[in-house]
């Protein structure tokens, strides 16, 4: 197969109106891998389909690992966290089958919830980031906050009359990833804020948490019991619940690094 000429066009001038085609029609990668995937087809003597399906499948995989680059991104994690990298044999509590299959999404997919309770150092938020990850890389809208900071933005925007417009805000991505759940006791009117939200989401769209309290320990955060016991049902009905345990291995791995 030769590629020198098409329509009376030297090689030089065909390479050129592709690159100029491909910025006019915004295909960068294609652009970019031209050169070397056309030559790789003249010596492998790859049909001319062949070659295409080559250069659209390498824009189409760039395309879609920008995607989810940019989700990622829009959902605000603090860290980059992945479950190849958690240490499974470390947190006998952890059942690795349980959490690969959280991994495929189909619970987000459902809008059912996720809870992740354990002391810290346990491995709850770790999991709650590659958890969020993975679904970001399967094409959900995910969004990362801190329980503080997620009521402070609610309490902000009720003060300044917008409180429809950021709850309808929460309520439209795929998977809210709450983190930080008990560490702080909140008021009433905190509480009735955030209760908004995960009513807003209840059985449309997921809600996972991570908390180092029990569940019965949870009327420290929310002193109300009758409104503890409501945000309990939102966030268990249908779900999965994770515990993480009690012993720390992030200070097990400091310790026996130390040593």
């Keep these: 197969m030769t590629l020198k000429r098409h329509r009376g066009l030297t090689e030089q001038a065909a390479t050129a109106a592709v690159d100029q085609a491909c910025r006019m029609l915004r295909l960068?990668?294609?652009?970019?891998?031209?050169?070397?995937?056309a030559e790789a087809a003249a010596r492998d003597q790859m049909s001319y389909r062949g070659f295409l399906a080559e250069l659209l499948m390498a824009e189409c995989d760039d395309r879609a690992r920008r995607r989810s680059e940019r989700r990622i991104k829009a959902a605000q994690f603090p860290r980059e966290k992945s479950l190849r990298a958690f240490d499974f044999e470390a947190n006998g509590n952890v059942d690795a089958a349980v959490i690969h299959t959280l991994a495929t999404c189909e619970w987000v997919k459902k809008g059912l919830p996720l809870c992740l309770i354990g002391d810290s150092g346990t491995g709850k938020s770790h999991l709650l980031i590659a958890l969020g990850t993975e679904a970001a890389m399967a094409g959900f809208r995910v969004r990362y906050t801190l329980a503080t900071k997620l009521v402070n933005e609610l309490v902000e925007a009720a003060d300044e009359k917008v409180l429809t417009k950021t709850i309808?805000?929460?309520?439209?991505?795929?998977?809210?990833?709450?983190?930080?759940?008990?560490?702080m006791e909140l008021d009433r009117r905190g509480a009735e804020l955030l209760f908004q939200v995960l009513t807003e989401r209840e059985e449309?769209?997921?809600?996972?948490?991570?908390?180092?309290?029990?569940?019965?320990?949870?009327?420290?955060?929310?002193?109300?019991?009758?409104?503890?016991?409501?945000?309990?049902?939102?966030?268990?009905?249908?779900?999965?619940?994770?515990?993480?345990?009690?012993?720390?291995?992030?200070?097990?791995?400091?310790?026996a690094a130390r040593a």
């Design 28 to 37: 960068p990668t294609i652009r970019a891998q031209f050169p070397e995937l």
């Design 168 to 183: 309808a805000r929460y309520g439209r991505v795929d998977l809210l990833c709450i983190d930080e759940l008990g560490y």
């Design 204 to 255: 449309k769209n997921s809600v996972a948490i991570a908390s180092n309290e029990s569940f019965g320990g949870w009327t420290k955060t929310f002193t109300d019991p009758r409104l503890c016991a409501a945000i309990v049902d939102r966030l268990t009905f249908g779900g999965n619940i994770i515990e993480t345990g009690t012993d720390s291995y992030r200070l097990a791995s400091a310790r």
